[in-house]
């Protein structure tokens, strides 16, 4: 096993190392000044269920930070495995919606088609954490549809075998 401390000449040793942790690929969505914003983000979690918290944390170098730090509500969108495109086009611009049909959700941030899970959060707070923003958010709504998450794992998108994701009772 290779050890080392984090720091600028061991960048990207600790970003490969943070990759062994596979997490779900979700786009964030608000409003800005009347239109629709997106932004691809695998920092998310779940917080609490009493109250029900999440969070997100976007970095303070994107130019669409300030707009979702301030945005009053926003959704997180769980994105099904077959939303890679999707995930990659708000990757490079959150600004660009051609072609996506999406809704107004509960906190009047825009409703993407497809995911697995929507959470329509307001903002709970915000606290600075390095060179990123932790946004914390209070859901108000959630949506459910069958289907399988996209995952991100040691810098590759993908998915689960042959797994059923519903929920057994």
Known sequence: MDSFRPGPETARAFR???????TGVTVVTC?????PLA???NSFASVSLDPPLVLW???????????FVAAHGFSIHILEEGQLPMARAFAR????WGG??????ATGAPALPGAVTRLDCAHHAAH????????LGLVEHVARAPGAP???VGGAYGGFAERDFTRRG
């Open 16 to 22: 490969d190392a943070l990759g062994a942790f596979g």
């Open 100 to 105: 996506i049909d999406w809704q107004q959700g």
């Open 31 to 35: 409003i800005e000044g009347g239109q």
């Open 39 to 41: 932004m691809t983000a």
């Open 150 to 152: 996209l995952l991100f």
């Open 128 to 135: 600075g954490a390095g060179d990123h923003t932790i946004v």
């Open 57 to 67: 944390s976007p970095a303070i170098s994107s130019s669409r930070h300030d707009a």
């Open 93 to 96: 611009d959150g600004r660009d």
